[in-house]
């Protein structure tokens, strides 16, 4: 069975620093991918960042990017340059090798300070 | 843009009430989630649906069942709703190899 470990239930930032966001994962399949969404507190879920089992490189997006070390089962997301509107609760998430079933871990609040 | 749409968006049921949540999404994706989400538990899967005439349970299907009634649509059923299926139901639907987009949400609660 997949477990997603999300061990930081709070975090801290204060605007225009960079901030990491704990995951790992335990699973047995060789092919699966990870994701990360934000939930703002008016509830939606945005997606932000998807790194594949096989991609050789850490994937980026705008601010967003992911530190991947697969040796270690984690995971990270890495938010750069941290404005107030990223407050918000964090969620990785892992799809298994069947291509299908998705799980989340219990997410971390981040809370970004003036 | 509708994307995924879930119904209602707020319930209120009596213990031992019946409900069925809607769920519909207009990407044509193959694959529909449903989840539920309470406080610090994070998204717990509760069935899936791979493609259209399939359906797995997930992490906490015990209370539920679904129907994938065709591709576009995935439906949700509390046969007799119970205090601790109070929580906000959270439809979403994946393409192959994309992210899973979410609907709104529904807050439902069971007194």
């Known amino acids: 069975a997949q477990k997603i470990t999300q061990t930081q239930p709070g975090m801290f930032v204060q605007e225009k620093e960079a901030v990491t966001l704990d995951c790992t994962y335990d699973t047995s399949d060789p092919s699966y991918g990870l994701f990360w969404y934000k939930q703002p507190s008016s509830g939606e879920m945005i997606f932000l960042i998807y790194?594949?089992?096989?991609?050789?490189q850490n994937a980026t997006e705008g601010r967003y990017s992911l530190n991947f070390q697969k040796a270690r089962k984690s995971a990270n997301l890495v938010i750069s340059a941290s404005q107030l509107g990223d407050s918000a609760m964090y969620f990785c998430a892992m799809r298994d090798s069947s291509g299908y079933a998705l799980n989340f871990g219990k997410g971390t609040s981040l809370l970004v300070t003036p | 843009n509708a994307g995924v749409t879930q119904t209602p968006k707020f319930q209120v049921l009596k213990t031992g009430q019946s409900m069925t949540l809607q769920c519909a999404q207009d990407?044509?994706?193959?694959?529909m989630y449903w989840y539920r989400q309470d406080p610090g538990m994070g998204l717990r899967l509760i069935y899936y649906s791979a493609s259209e005439g399939t359906t797995d349970k997930g992490e906490v299907p015990n209370g539920y069942n679904v129907s994938r009634l065709n591709k576009r649509e995935f439906s949700l059923r509390l046969e007799s709703a119970a205090p601790s299926q109070t929580s906000v139901y959270f439809c979403?639907?994946?393409?192959?190899?994309?992210?899973?987009?979410f609907g709104q949400g529904t807050r439902l609660t069971v007194v």
């Open positions: 790194q594949g089992s096989y991609d050789q």
């Open positions: 979403a639907s994946r393409g192959q190899g994309t992210e899973a987009f």
């Open positions: 990407m044509n994706h193959n694959s």
